[in-house]
C-alpha cells in the first residue's frame, strides 16, 4: 500500500515510455504515415548505413572520450579532495566542500553561459586570468577547435560534477571504524599506509558505485553539450554524443528531417550500452567488492 503510488508515478513517466521507446524501434512509416513493423531495420541503417554509421560510431566514440576523462580525472579529484576532508583538525574544511559541491547545484544552462563567457576568444575573461600568471601565450579558442572542443566540454562538466564523488567518497571514509585506525597507529602505521591498506579497502564498493554512476550519467549526457553548442554538437560533430544524436535523429534539426522511429532506434541503443555497462559492472565488480567483504 505504502509502495503504491512511487510504482505508479514511475510506471506511468518511467517504465512505461521506456517500453513504448524500445517497441517503437522495430517500427517504421509507410508511404502513408502508418506505423508498419520492420524488425531490426532501423537499427540496420543506425549501425551499417553509410549515412548514418559514421555519425553513431563517432557520436560512440565521442562518448567514450567523455567518459574516460571523467574517470581520470574527476573521481581520481573526488577521491584526494574527500581524503583530504575527511582529516581531523582541517581549517575551513566546512567551508571548502561547500564552495566545491556548489557547481553541482546550478543549472547546467548557467554553467555553460558562464564559461562561454570565460572562455570566448572575443569577450572572454580567460586570457586576461592567464595572462596573470604568465600563461596568456597559452590561451587558445579550444571550445571552437575540433582537437580540444571535446576535452574542453568534459572538463567543464568535471568541475561542475566533482562535488558529486567527493561527498559520496567522503561519507564512506566517515563510516570506517574508528577503532581500525586507531589500532593502526598503535601498531606504528604511518597515515599513507593507513590510507592504501585500511581505509582505500573499505570503500572499494563506493568507489565501484562512482564508478556506475559516472558511466551512466555519462552516456546519458546530453544538456551540457546542448546548452554550450548546441544540437549540432560543433565544430564539425567533435562533441557529438550519443544524447545529441539521438535529439537530432528523434526530433530534427535544421535541415534534418526528424525519425522518431530511427530515434527511437538509437535510444535502444543507447539504453543497450548503458544495461551492459551496468551488467559488466555488476558481474564482473560487484560479486569480487561482495566475496572481499565478506
Known amino acids: ?26 517500427f517504421s512509416a509507410d508511404d502513408s504515415g502508418k506505423a508498419a513493423f520492420v524488425g531490426l531495420e532501423n537499427f540496420r541503417t543506425i549501425l551499417l548505413d553509410p549515412d548514418w554509421s559514421a555519425g553513431f ?45 556548489l557547481p553541482t547545484l546550478l543549472s547546467v544552462v548557467i554553467i555553460g553561459f558562464i564559461w562561454q563567457l570565460i572562455l570566448s576568444p572575443l569577450w572572454g575573461v580567460g586570457e586576461k586570468l592567464m595572462g596573470f600568471a604568465g600563461l596568456a601565450e597559452w590561451f587558445a579558442p579550444w571550445m571552437g577547435q575540433e582537437e580540444t572542443a571535446l576535452a574542453t566540454l568534459s572538463m567543464i562538466s568535471v568541475w561542475q560534477y566533482i562535488g558529486m564523488p567527493m561527498m559520496l567518497i567522503y561519507a564512506a571514509l566517515l563510516a570506517v571504524p574508528e577503532e581500525i585506525v586507531e589500532a593502526a597507529h598503535v601498531e606504528g ?72 522511429y530511427l530515434g527511437s532506434a538509437v535510444a535502444t541503443l543507447m539504453f543497450l550500452v548503458i544495461l551492459a555497462g551496468v551488467g559488466i559492472y555488476f558481474v564482473g565488480v560487484q560479486r569480487r567488492l561482495t566475496r572481499f567483504a565478506l
Not at 574517470?71 to 564552495?99: E, H
Not at 553539450?225 to 535523429?249: E, V
Request: aromatic residues 16%; glycine residues 6%; contains cysteine.
Open 57 to 101: 560510431w563517432n557520436a560512440m566514440a565521442n562518448n567514450a572520450k567523455f567518459f574516460c576523462i571523467h574517470m581520470l580525472l574527476q573521481n581520481p579529484i573526488g577521491l584526494l579532495l574527500a581524503t583530504l576532508f575527511s582529516l581531523k583538525g582541517l581549517r575551513g574544511a566546512r567551508t571548502y566542500r561547500t564552495l566545491i559541491f
Open 189 to 260: 602505521a604511518s597515515a599513507l599506509r593507513i590510507f592504501w591498506q585500511i581505509k582505500l579497502p573499505l570503500i572499494y564498493p563506493t568507489l565501484g558505485l562512482v564508478t556506475i554512476l559516472t558511466f551512466v550519467a555519462n552516456f546519458n549526457a546530453f544538456d551540457l553539450i546542448y546548452s554550450i553548442k548546441g544540437a549540432l554538437a560543433g565544430p564539425n560533430y567533435s562533441t557529438d554524443i550519443l544524447g545529441t544524436l539521438f535529439y537530432r535523429t528523434f526530433f530534427g534539426y535544421q535541415a534534418q528531417v526528424g525519425n522518431a
Open 1 to 26: 500500500m505504502f509502495l503504491a503510488p512511487a510504482v505508479i508515478v514511475y510506471s506511468l513517466f518511467s517504465a512505461l515510455p521506456l517500453v513504448q521507446t524500445l517497441a517503437q524501434g522495430f
